[in-house]
């Protein structure tokens, strides 16, 4: 794959693939509410696995919650300072 590179005002920027402008795209869609309250619920059922018995379940769940929460992070990245704002349109 090649990527472009424009001048942005006196920076180097590289231009985005496909598939990260489409993620990008679907994801600006998306509040960045979703993924805290998924991460916060996560550790809730993950909690009440531990304190039921379920120690395995309840491991996997808490560790689930880190990546919803750096995916969250990305999502508020796409927002702010995404491709969108070098480029016009989506293609």
Do not use: C
């Amino acid at each position: 794959m090649v990527e472009t590179m424009n001048r942005i005002e006196g920076q180097t920027a590289y231009a985005e693939g496909k598939v990260a402008k489409t993620i990008e795209h679907q994801t600006a869609k998306m509040p960045s509410d979703i993924f805290l309250w998924t991460a916060l619920s996560t550790m809730g059922v993950a909690l009440f696995l531990q304190m039921s018995g379920k120690r395995h379940r309840g491991l996997l769940l808490g560790q689930l919650a880190a990546p919803i929460l750096i995916l969250g992070l990305y999502n508020k990245l796409v927002k702010v300072a995404g491709s969108d704002s070098t480029e016009q349109d989506f293609a």
